[in-house]
């Protein structure tokens, strides 16, 4: 079986899941843990009470742009955050699960850093521009005084309102 999870109800999941439909693959759209439970009991994963079956691939949407709900008591909005927080814990913890049992897991969370790219590729020696990953004004407009011209991409969708 194979394994899609779409917290955010993501076009590009729906549209994973519809071409397995379409190719009658078994397959299982798990969506956001703020509505959903992710379970682990006695080693075994759940998905709404329902035990998943032996899974061969898991195809995974991020959910960091998942929203926390609205703040229902303005006076602690730390329990909002430290839900949201244990909602994407769930399932990263998920994915890492399966991957330890043998899935191929698709576009895992650790995979979208820009500082785990950049690592990986300096790492297998990848010819790369010169590059700086940082949130620093002070550092970026040194590096550009010395490399002369760069490009500027944000660390996340929420920064690129600045750029």
């Keep these: 079986m194979i394994v899609i999870v779409n917290p955010m109800g993501d076009p590009h999941g729906q549209y994973m899941a519809e071409k397995l439909r379409s190719m009658r693959i078994d397959h299982m759209v798990l969506g956001s843990p ?7 009991r006695e080693g075994a994963l759940y998905y709404n009470g329902q035990r998943l079956e032996p899974v061969s691939g898991v195809y995974y949407r991020s959910i960091t742009n998942m929203k926390p709900t609205v703040v229902q008591d303005a006076r602690n909005p730390y329990n909002e955050h430290s839900r949201y927080m244990s909602c994407m814990e769930a399932v990263h913890a998920w ?28 790492r297998l020696g990848i010819r790369m521009p010169k590059t700086l990953v940082t949130s620093s004004p002070s550092l970026a407009r040194t590096f550009v005084q010395e490399v002369g011209q760069a490009v500027c991409k944000p660390l996340g969708e929420e920064a690129s309102a600045s750029v």
């Design 95 to 122: 994915l890492s699960i399966l991957d330890e049992q043998g899935s191929m897991v698709m576009n895992p969370p650790g995979n979208h850093s820009k500082y785990v790219q950049l690592y990986a590729l300096q």
């Design 34 to 40: 703020e509505v959903n439970d992710y379970a682990l």
